[in-house]
């Protein structure tokens, strides 16, 4: 069991298949016990960075969807805690409207935030 900083450019790569995919969804692994850590901007820019890639059209809108949904999921059973400047924050107790699945709204990432 070992503790992981994921910046958003790593932890994209459990959603979406690219260079390191497998090696990140290894390390994520629940059977591994490892504690993950994240910056509290990083689902914004999470949502952001798949959104761009729908945009792209190097993902499929429906495949974009299916990954903004499942980091949703797991920012409440697999990454509820996130450090920021050395202090603990929950992810958990943002509200769920406050995180934007900009997938067709054209948002950018520090758009992708905001309150329903």
């Not at 993950?36 to 890639?53: K, L, Q, S, Y």
């Not at 792209?56 to 797991?74: E, H, K, L, M, S």
Request: contains cysteine; hydrophobic residues 40%.
């Amino acid at each position: 069991m070992a503790d992981y900083y994921f910046d958003s450019s790593a932890l994209v790569k459990r959603y979406i298949n690219e260079t390191g995919s497998t090696w990140v969804c290894g390390l994520l692994d629940p059977d591994l016990r490892h504690e993950a850590f994240i910056a509290a901007i990083t689902p914004v820019e999470i949502v952001a960075a798949i959104t761009r890639r729908a945009r792209g059209q190097t993902i499929a809108q429906v495949d974009a969807v299916a990954a903004c949904t499942q980091f949703r999921v797991d920012l409440q059973t697999q990454l509820p805690d996130c450090r920021v400047d050395g202090c603990t924050a929950r992810l958990r107790d943002v509200p769920r409207g406050d995180l934007c699945l900009a997938v067709g709204c054209g948002t950018g990432g520090q758009r992708a935030l905001h309150r329903k």
